[in-house]
């Protein structure tokens, strides 16, 4: 029976995107990982060969269990394709990312990606980013009290993000404030630029220009693929 997950659609769809022979970026959170299964998949019944460069410790872990070959950025120049999720996405193919805490590492990676495939379900593609969900901001402790003061300055409430009533810490050791924008980001160019530039930030949940491909998941088993002209 087909999957009817939109999740496990899209992500079965784009690991059958890859091709022999190919680098691959492994992004992360939930919808990834029915893209990491397809590969161990086609590893095990095509002798697929490929490399996969994790964005995440977690999904290093997986990779790891599942079989798959892993490398690290010390042993490449370029990836020929990156399979990420997405939090939210628009028409012009911007996204926010980072609901999994692994914003940083998944910008490292989609940076140096030929192509960008993201995987989503239906409901992860909107008219308005951050509207529906919050913007993530990583950045280094010590700078708490001033990074929250611009990013109010900026027309944001920050939220510290708590794990298991803690500060939740990434796989860089930093933290995350999540942001919520009232009336949404009208200018999410700009925006990201803004909070770049702040000294603290480490890098936001805004990814501009990176995804090339944005394979949708529909209930019942269909997908949609569009492709950035």
């Not at 989609?110 to 239906?122: C, H, N």
């Amino acid at each position: 029976m087909a999957p009817s997950n939109p999740k496990e659609v899209s992500g079965r769809h784009a690991a059958d995107l890859v091709q022999s022979g190919m680098t691959v970026g492994l992004g992360t959170g939930s919808t990834v990982f029915f893209t990491l299964q397809r590969l161990a998949e086609r590893i095990a019944e095509e002798s697929l060969q490929v490399r996969g460069v994790p964005t995440s410790v977690d999904t290093e872990r997986k990779a790891t269990e599942m079989g798959i070959p892993l490398a690290s950025l010390d042993e490449v120049e370029r990836l020929d394709l990156t399979i990420d999720g997405a939090d939210e996405i628009d028409g012009d193919f911007q996204m926010i990312k980072g609901g999994g805490g692994a914003l940083l590492r998944e910008k490292v990676v989609a940076s140096i990606t030929e192509k960008e495939v993201i995987v989503v379900g239906r409901d992860k593609v909107v008219d308005r980013l951050g509207l529906g969900f919050l913007l993530p901001v990583e950045f280094v402790p010590f700078s708490s009290p001033t990074v929250a003061a611009v990013l109010r300055g900026l027309g944001s409430e920050p939220i510290l993000r708590l794990s298991d009533g803690q500060p939740f810490v990434t796989d860089n050791g930093n933290h995350i404030f999540d942001c919520r924008f009232p009336e949404g980001i009208a200018d999410a160019r700009g925006l990201e630029r803004a909070i770049t530039h702040v000294p603290g930030v480490v890098e936001c949940g805004l990814f501009i220009d990176l995804a090339h491909v944005v394979v949708i998941g529909d209930e019942g088993g269909t997908v949609e693929v569009r492709e950035k002209a």
